[in-house]
């Protein structure tokens, strides 16, 4: 399975989350990890039909405010209700250029 995810992400140019259970989670959260990592810089994407992903989005920004997450990588994860907002926003997608996940200093 692993071989597989990496493959497709090799192939892909970017990644979008449709509704789905907990295998589309699972490959949605390595594709995040692997983007924070730095191991791809391809945009990723929610599509949030019908709010599915409302608790995912609110998750991540919870993440922010406990410094779990920093702002740059949270916005690797781009949320959209319709479709053009989530092509407009793959296409301007960039990845963010911080070094560190979270400021230690300031712990």
């Known amino acids: ?4 995810k990496a493959l497709t992400a090799e192939l892909s140019d970017g990644f979008v989350a449709l509704p789905g ?14 983007n924070q990592l730095g191991l791809h810089a391809k945009p990723l994407a929610l599509f949030n039909v019908r709010g599915y992903y409302d ?3 609110r998750f991540r920004d919870l993440a922010v405010t406990e410094r779990f997450v920093s702002p740059a990588h949270r916005a690797m994860l781009l949320v959209a209700e319709e479709i053009g907002e989530l092509l407009a926003g793959l296409e301007a997608w ?13 712990a």
């Open 1 to 4: 399975m692993h071989e597989r």
């Open 21 to 34: 259970g907990v295998g589309t989670l699972e490959q949605l959260v390595e594709l995040y990890t692997w």
């Open 55 to 57: 608790g995912l989005a």
């Open 94 to 106: 960039s990845p963010p250029l911080q070094e560190e996940w979270i400021d230690r200093h300031e």
